[in-house]
């Protein structure tokens, strides 16, 4: 098959090292992580524009290498070429390799916050995706002594605990090792991050079933195929993702 993979560049290593694999001639767009930070209509839009440049193609799908993404991808329409996304609300599910696996580690470790190789060597995040993020637009990127210029330490106390402090609920970094690394130094960032803030740390062993599968063809029910003409929506049941004909 000809195929078109577009993903999510936190994805980069993992991708790199499963297309060699693949049977299939496929073609790469990797699109920036900021994308998750910015409204959904707005990832939406972008996604939308890349899959309907590669419907002009002759490709026999579209793959894309994402999850739900915080609804970034509910509305996305297949044009004359289907998609083919996994099961999954977010990247996590990917890095661990099933639903179950994501839901057994999150019950038993509440207030974690994973990390790969990709998120930290892709931190970095192009200016214009920060001016349209969410933190930006809401203030919730600020620093206390930003807050406390701005609105006086009575009100930025109240702010920064409310809408900024986005880390008070977390008390956990989990290393996920996709065996992809270069050498030791992400997992080194990683746990010195965790030191830093005084939470727990731990590595566990990623999965690339699920990324392996998407790039082999293997879509079994772990995936969604839209056919052509019709557009993803979101589906609070086990199952995440559904489509629907465009009308």
């Not at 996305?76 to 099961?87: D, E, F, Y």
Request: hydrophobic fraction near 35%.
């Amino acid at each position: 098959m000809k195929l078109k993979l577009i993903s999510c560049e936190i994805f980069f290593r993992e991708m790199e090292f499963l297309l060699e694999r693949s049977p299939h001639e496929i073609d790469v767009e990797f699109l920036q992580k900021g994308l998750h930070d910015i409204p959904t209509d707005e990832m939406l839009r972008r996604i939308q524009a890349q899959v309907d440049a590669a419907s002009e193609q002759n490709y026999d799908a579209i793959l894309l290498g994402y999850g739900l993404c915080n609804n970034g991808l509910s509305g996305l329409k297949a044009g004359t070429v289907q998609l083919v996304l996994p099961r999954a609300h977010d990247c996590i599910t990917l890095f661990l390799g099933s639903r179950q696996r994501y839901k057994e580690y999150f019950d038993a470790h509440p207030g974690t916050y994973f990390k790969t190789t990709g998120w930290i060597e892709r931190d970095e995040v192009a200016e214009e995706l920060k001016q349209l993020s969410i933190p930006r637009q809401t203030g919730m990127d600020m620093t206390y002594e930003q807050l406390v210029e701005q609105y006086g330490e009575d009100n930025a106390e109240f702010l920064w605990e409310e809408l900024c402090n986005t880390e008070k609920n977390y008390s956990q970094i989990t290393f996920i090792e996709m065996g992809v690394e270069p050498d030791e130094r992400f997992e080194k960032i990683a746990r010195e991050e965790a030191t830093s803030k005084q939470w727990d740390f731990e590595k566990v062993s990623g999965n690339l079933t699920l990324l392996e599968r998407l790039l082999k063809g293997d879509w079994n029910h772990d995936f969604l195929v839209v056919p052509p003409h019709h557009r993803i929506t979101a589906n609070h049941t086990e199952h995440i993702v559904s489509c629907e004909p465009i009308t």
